[in-house]
């Protein structure tokens, strides 16, 4: 039998945590974007990096559970939100600690709420996970610690997990560790996984330079299904002898189940994680073909959270250790995925281990779902929701959905056009440096850079250091970001599984024939130039951008340019834009020179007047240059 009560704090109870796991995706990337900020931007790898193991929250399980009366969930849900939005602190040691914080807070918060919905509590973190997908799209991928606007969400969101829980606190069923608790090893992987690459869909997007509205919408409708299969488990063909009853004293008691048999046992959980694996490797390996497969590993990553979600009669110490354990090992896998993609900083030997294997790490970070599932997954489950089902739930995961795909069917979010005459042509070369800008704070340069960009108002813009999409920048596409708000066509460029920092171009005419080249390096992330024909008003235009390699013990710098000259030679003209780490008083820029014009001396000023031509970090107007065209 239903109840409006028992409908509605299921309602509540779910709400919350969809709110709190997208809150929790978000401190937890801006965490590891501050340690990779004190570690590769202010300084060389140091030991600010042992502070991603604040990130360890299993420790709070059992203290919780010892002393009650003094942590109760009310002061870990204070501590969560007053850290979470501490984190915004400009501060990068503050921000780690104060999002640590919030993430201990939250995370708690989140085990207290798996204890007492169990199985369901995969529906709500699935809501969560859409939820954070469809900000992300409104927010043009951006993180919400970004910008003004995404700082704004922030406080939105805590404010409405703050309204629910003072709801949920006038319920007269408390929320406690009372009774067994679920295992906690397939949860923390969920959300790891979610936060490092998974729910990140603009990263699944440029791995393979997939379309991404479709790869987002895609990613939102699959966790909103997982969440209605968690919900609805007739869906999946379970015997429900019985309705669900109201709100229980102790909900955990299998005494009045009713008879209900839960569908997701040992045998559907082989069938879940098989479809999980094999997803998740057709998205990594494969390309445009692996869109599909966003909607399956979604599907199944839901699934097998509510799978791995039924309660065990363990204590709170061995619950602990198991969530401390199963976040540890994810925070490694998701290190050296880290690793991979930063191989040339990192201390012998992960550099020699890791090197060209992101993808691998990728692959078993997201096995470390199944694998917790499989672990604790029983031949058959008696499964009782201690709150009622009911349509508010689905009607709100409805409502996600269309937030999520309203934000990715918005047009252009572009300034003023930019005036699109005949020459003379305006061209603007950038490091954009990951979006982080230089100094002690290393803040994201989106807002600095886009008007910046505004200002210029150049017709052509070459990008170099684009590749935003990976955990340690927070998982931005910066290039779409700011050709949105410019009304520039742009092309990504370079694919973030073929590594390296990223080259990009934006232009206020159409780009076509777009191919990149890798160029020869020597110990040293991949380098790439992007070459491109451009539509102008008087005709074709050649263009390139490139990012040589820093100067290290050979020729590769040199057959870099001879590689420019060679592609490039030939045309009536051409634009070439890079960060060439080189000096006028090298070989290498009189090799380009033979052939190029340097854009710097044409304009008028000393040919050392503007440095060496890699760009300054020290300020913006020093980064902005145009080079040789």
Known sequence: MMTREGECSGFLRLSCVGLLVAVWLEVFQWVITRVFVLNFEIAGLNATALLVLFLVTGWTVPVTAQWPEVWTPERWFIFGVLGSSASLASNPVIAVIAGSVGVIGLTTVLVVLAVDLRARFAAGAGLGVALYGSIRAWLDTTPIFATVPGRGVLLVLVAAAIGCWVLIARES??????????????????????????????????????????????GIVG???????????????????????PIRTNPFNTADSGGQTDVFGRSSAVVWSCLFVASLAALLWLDKWGIPFVFLVQVSAVVLLAIGSRPEKRSALAAGTELAVAQFVAIQFAFLYVSAVNWAFMPAPLDVLTRGLTAEFLLALGALLPVSVLIVASPSIQSVPG?????????????????????LALPDRSAPAVKREAPPIRVLTYNTHLYFSGGDAGEYNLEPLLELLHE?????????????TRLTSGNVNGVRWLARRLGYHYVYGVPTRAGGYGVSLLSVWPIENERVVQLPVYDSPPRWVLFADLQTPVGELPVAVTHFQLAKPGNERAESAELLVDELG?????????????????????????????AWTAAGHERDAGGDLQGLRSTTAHRLRVVPG
């Open 456 to 468: 210029a108002d150049a017709h052509v813009i070459g990008l170099q250091e684009t590749e935003g």
């Open 570 to 598: 030939d045309a009536d003209r051409a634009v070439v834009m890079g960060d060439f780490n080189f000096t006028p008083n090298e070989s290498m820029y009189r090799t380009m020179m033979a052939t190029f014009t340097d």
């Open 387 to 407: 709150h009622t089902r009911g349509r508010r739930t689905l009607i709100s995961m409805l409502g996600v959905g269309v937030l999520g795909l309203a934000g």
């Open 173 to 218: 069923t408390r929320l406690s560790f009372d009774g067994p608790l679920p295992p906690l090893s397939p949860f923390s992987a969920f959300l790891i996984v979610q936060a490092t690459y998974l729910g990140a869909f603009q990263s699944l997007s440029t791995w393979a330079l997939r379309p991404y509205a479709i790869t987002a919408g895609l």
């Open 223 to 245: 966790t909103l299904v997982g969440a209605c299969l968690v919900e609805r488990p007739g869906l999946l063909g379970a015997v429900q002898s019985e309705g669900f009853g």
